[in-house]
């Protein structure tokens, strides 16, 4: 059921942008709850019960997000996810972005861009946008399909996206923006919401700038979760995959953010391989790892290992030659289902991985290229190929999960940046 409080979801005769704007600022000033400190503390106890309901809920049915995959844009489609829900049972997953003009665009086929299956769970929708009604519309059509949390994208450099007025990672030069978007999107959900985002863009790159951020989103909106993607955007245009290698990363800005706001959720994310890794940081008091890449370039050995090594419950223990026969099933029941698409080339495109550094990977990315041009199905797909990766890799269970010492995250401790006192806070309680 949606909640009552902030917006409540549009009458169709209503003019919407007027409800948006009137209704969040309920939420993110004193209009509503006056100006005195008892009434600020009313409003801030309000809205933390209201988290805490929400957080119950999804808490109550799955394992909490110490590990999810990535959003990422064409790569974790539904494809994807259910690949690697067929790997791992309680990982986290996170759709691609999509715009909140999409879905309010594609209001007639959502389901394209919104179903996923029961199996997915817990799953995460991300979306972009820089259009309060937009996201408020996108949120409340979304809200149907059940997702665990809404994520709003802050982080991505892309100039498809960031050239499109303050979108993506140049919201984080706004907070003010970020928290009434979140503010609107809250309210016309049941999820829980978080916000992803980089540690700085350009020249604004300071600790203090990243803090200011975080204080005035958490502050001014229910967003008690945030995903910290430990690199600078450089918009200097260089390319959206450059700009997840050259600005360095600094995981002592994620950890001085632990330190700084023991009150948030805060996940950390960014050139974290594997499970023993993943382990690393939250030994360091991560409250969650965020894995792209190597979850999708190598998802069985990145994947494999998180039920046990991770959530420390067993794991799947289906091989990969079983794995594929359940993603066969998928594959054939969900081909052209929207006209042409998916193609068989979508379905088989997260498999491309799940071979990596086998032996027989190389052969049989050949015969995939070969075989894709005639294909009509999976079934036909995988017996043309399968043949060659030996049976020993296709009847193997993931097998024993790496255990390396990884000194990464402890030596940061000497490095965090100096302590942040919140400007504002410091001003109003004066
Ligand atoms: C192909 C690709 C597409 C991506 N698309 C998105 C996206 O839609 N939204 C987002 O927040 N981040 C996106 N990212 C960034 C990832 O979510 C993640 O922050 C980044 O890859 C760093 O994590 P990693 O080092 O574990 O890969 C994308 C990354 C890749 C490689």
Redesign the pocket.
């Known amino acids: 059921m949606m909640k009552s409080t902030g917006l409540i979801l549009f009458a169709s005769c209503t003019p919407k942008i007027s409800v948006t704007i009137k209704s969040h600022r309920r939420l993110s000033s004193n209009i509503f709850y006056g100006n005195s400190t008892k009434a600020r503390k009313l409003f801030a106890y309000n809205q933390k019960r209201q988290l805490n309901r929400k957080h119950v809920m999804v808490a109550a049915r799955y394992l909490p997000p110490l590990f999810s995959v990535?959003?990422?844009?064409?790569?974790t489609d539904n494809h994807y996810r259910t690949l690697a829900r067929l790997i791992s049972k309680h990982a986290w997953l996170?759709t691609?972005?999509l715009a909140a003009k999409t879905i309010v665009n594609q209001k007639g086929s959502l389901d394209k861009f919104l179903a996923y299956t029961s199996e997915q769970h817990p799953v995460v929708l991300?979306i972009?946008g820089s259009n309060l009604e937009d996201l408020a519309k996108a949120a409340e059509l979304a809200n149907a399909y059940c997702y665990d949390e809404i994520n709003f994208?802050c982080?991505?450099p892309s100039p498809k996206v960031a050239g499109h007025g303050c979108f993506g990672v140049r919201l984080m030069l706004d907070p003010e923006f970020v928290a009434e978007a979140m503010s609107v999107i809250a309210a016309n959900s049941d999820a829980p919401v978080s916000v992803?985002c980089r540690i700085g863009v350009d020249d604004h790159d300071s600790y203090n700038e990243l803090c200011e951020f975080i204080y005035k989103v958490s502050s001014r909106s229910p967003t008690r979760h945030f995903i910290i993607?430990s690199r600078k955007a450089l918009l200097n245009g260089i390319s959206?995959?450059d700009n997840?290698k050259i600005p360095p990363l600094k995981y002592e800005y994620y950890y001085a953010l632990l330190r700084d706001f023991p009150d948030l959720r805060l996940t950390i994310?960014?050139?974290?391989?594997g499970v023993d890794e993943v382990n690393a940081a939250r030994m360091e008091g991560a409250h969650g790892v965020?894995?792209?890449?190597?979850?999708?370039n190598n998802p069985w050995y990145t994947l494999g290992h998180v039920d046990t090594a991770v959530y420390g419950e067993p794991c799947t223990d289906l091989t990969r030659r079983q794995v594929l026969e359940k993603y066969m099933v998928y594959g054939d029941s969900i081909m052209r289902k929207y006209g042409h698409k998916p193609t068989i080339r979508d379905v088989v495109k997260p498999l491309l991985g799940l071979f990596h550094s086998e032996p027989g990977n190389g052969l049989w990315k050949r015969k995939v290229d070969a075989v894709l041009r005639h294909c009509p199905t999976m079934k036909f797909f995988l017996e043309e190929t399968l043949v060659a990766i030996p049976d020993s890799v296709l009847d193997s269970t993931v097998g024993e999960a790496p255990s390396g010492c990884i000194d990464t995250f402890v030596k940061l401790k000497g490095i965090l940046p100096p302590p942040y006192t919140a400007r504002e806070y410091e001003a109003l309680y004066a």
């Open positions: 990535a959003p990422m844009m064409d790569w996170y691609e972005m991300q972009g994208n982080g991505c992803k993607h959206p995959a997840r994310n960014g050139g974290i391989n965020m894995v792209g890449r190597a979850a999708y």
